[in-house]
């Protein structure tokens, strides 16, 4: 079975406005979470990246010191 269009439909057809306006607000919603998780994701890693530099430097400085306390041969 075909559909046969009606061009009096497609001549009078507009679309929704208000149906286009809250499919716009609903992608802004999408893109303003989307764009609040990246910048949390990169607190996050950043604070992350952070504790593990100072971790790193100071293990390095405990060995340093452990180092230097041995007696020379």
Same mark, same amino acid.
């Given at each position: ?5 009606n ?28 764009? !609040? #998780? +990246? ?5 996050? *890693? /950043? %604070?992350?990246? @952070?504790? &593990?530099? !100072? #971790? +790193? ?5 405990? *060995? /340093? %010191?452990?180092? @230097?306390? &041995?007696?020379?041969?």
């Amino acid at each position: 079975m075909e559909h046969k269009a009606n061009k009096d439909v497609e001549d009078s057809w507009e679309s929704s406005t208000r149906g286009e306006q809250a499919w716009k607000e609903a992608t802004d919603r999408v893109a303003s979470r989307n764009a !609040d #998780a +990246r910048k949390a994701g990169r607190t996050e *890693r /950043e %604070a992350y990246e @952070r504790e &593990r530099d !100072d #971790a +790193r430097r100071t293990a390095a400085a405990k *060995r /340093e %010191a452990k180092l @230097r306390k &041995r007696p020379t041969p």
